[in-house]
T-cell receptor, first 112, second 113 residues
Framework: SQQGEEDPQALSIQEGENATMNCSYKTSINNLQWYRQNSGRGLVHLILIRSNEREKHSGRLRVTLDTSKKSSSLLITASRAADTASYFCATDDLNRDDKIIFGKGTRLHILP | DTGVSQDPRHKITKRGQNVTFRCDPISEHNRLYWYRQTLGQGPEFLTYFQNEAQLEKSRLLSDRFSAERPKGSFSTLEIQRTEQGDSAMYLC???????????FGPGTRLLVL
């Protein structure tokens, strides 16, 4: 089954730096979503990008989608301590409109 | 707060006992999803509903698991004869429809002793 795989698995950066996380998937999709999860909490939706879109922005977040390479990236600019969390990408299936599949996530740690 | 609520937030039970979790989705959302998440992993799909109809069940959902959404609003997930391997976070999400953003509840953390 298709699955988003995030890279790297873990990332530590200094506060104020930019953080980039990547996601690769296997099959054609309708859309790709990025979520954030603080330790032991539920998931917070960040951005949904559709297959006909190449880039979306939301505040300090920038998401790109390259359907030819079946990959996406999430850029967090000017990182803050509060950005420390796990970040997951989730993809659906082009030929269905049901479930989404999550990757294992990137654990981001912002150092003071 | 996404508008999706789950109850209880934490549950500790002994092996062999039955447990039931509840999810209240965002009111106008007709899709409701259940996921399971273990430490260090992403959420794994269990099942989903379109209104009151259960449309798909994962192979992860053994016959000890049952989910209902009787009136197309709240949903319950029951685990019978719990096993230690059932210990996980159980997450519920809702959406307006397929291919739309899923909004997650805070989860129910289950510990089976």
């Amino acid at each position: 089954s298709q699955q988003g795989e995030e890279d790297p698995q873990a990332l530590s950066i200094q506060e104020g730096e930019n953080a980039t996380m990547n996601c690769s998937y296997k099959t054609s999709i309708n859309n790709l979503q990025w979520y954030r999860q603080n330790s032991g909490r539920g998931l917070v939706h960040l951005i949904l990008i559709r297959s006909n879109e190449r880039e979306k922005h939301s505040g300090r977040l920038r998401v790109t989608l390259d359907t030819s390479k079946k990959s996406s990236s999430l850029l967090i600019t000017a990182s803050r301590a509060a950005d420390t969390a796990s970040y997951f990408c989730a993809t659906d299936d082009l030929n269905r409109d049901d479930k989404i599949i999550f990757g294992k996530g990137t654990r981001l740690h912002i150092l003071p | 707060d996404t508008g999706v609520s789950q109850d209880p937030r934490h549950k500790i039970t002994k092996r062999g006992q039955n447990v039931t979790f509840r999810c209240d989705p965002i009111s106008e959302h007709n899709r409701l999803y259940w996921y399971r998440q273990t430490l260090g992993q992403g959420p794994e799909f269990l099942t989903y509903f379109q209104n009151e109809a259960q449309l798909e069940k994962s192979r992860l959902l053994s016959d000890r698991f049952s989910a209902e959404r009787p009136k197309g609003s709240f949903s319950t997930l029951e685990i019978q004869r719990t096993e230690q391997g059932d210990s996980a976070m159980y997450l519920c999400a809702s959406s307006l429809g397929g291919q739309e953003t899923q909004y997650f509840g805070p989860g129910t953390r289950l510990l089976v002793l």
